[in-house]
């Protein structure tokens, strides 16, 4: 199968969003300079600015999640506040750290206001951006962080529960589905499932 996405479609509302031109061709530092150029949705006119992703450009691991939240605005990183720390440590548990083999990436690369949660046509904007990616990462297993990650890749509407516990195919690429670290954070008691999806993850990459 081929790892390039189509044009970027809601799961929640079937809304395609207009491509963004020539996205599909850039390499890395040509995608990193379109993404901090970037005014194509409304979210880039209220954060400080745009948070492209860190990590091993060349990972088997692929790490994403919804969007950047007030510390991430700030430093210009994904997943750097509290439930960043708690994400090196889920990574820790099986034994990966960030920048080793790991990327980390959100759906969206601007603060939503209020840290809300992105709505679906600034997700069909912004995913072409993370589809290039994934297309320059060429990961061995993407493990989608949350319901937003998770449906916005697969494009279609579901449950997180649904989704965890099974592999599903990104264009080639084996996706996991888990909670998000902020979620966990709230509901630690979930924490127990979180460890057995990324357990699973380390199982399916040792297969």
Known sequence: M?????????????????????????DWP?????????????????????????GD?????????????????AQGEPFVGQAGKLLDNMLSAIKLKRGSNVYIANVVKCRPPG????????????????QQQITLIKPTLIVALGKTAATSLLGREATLGSLRGTIHDYHGTPLIVTYH???????????????QD??????RMAT
């Open 2 to 26: 081929s790892r390039t996405a189509d044009a970027p479609q809601s799961a929640e509302t079937g809304f395609v969003a207009p491509s963004l031109p020539g996205t599909s061709s850039l």
């Open 115 to 130: 840290n809300r949660t992105p709505e679906p046509d600034e997700i069909a904007t912004c995913l072409p951006y993370l």
């Open 30 to 54: 040509e995608l990193k300079q379109k993404v901090r150029d970037c005014t194509a949705c409304k979210l880039r006119a209220g954060c400080s600015q745009t948070v492209f992703g860190v």
């Open 181 to 195: 670290p902020a979620y966990l954070l709230r509901s630690p008691a979930e924490k127990a499932k979180a460890w």
């Open 57 to 73: 450009e060349h990972a088997d691991w692929l790490f994403v999640g919804e969007g950047p939240g007030a510390d991430e605005d």
């Open 198 to 203: 990324l357990c699973f993850a380390r199982q």
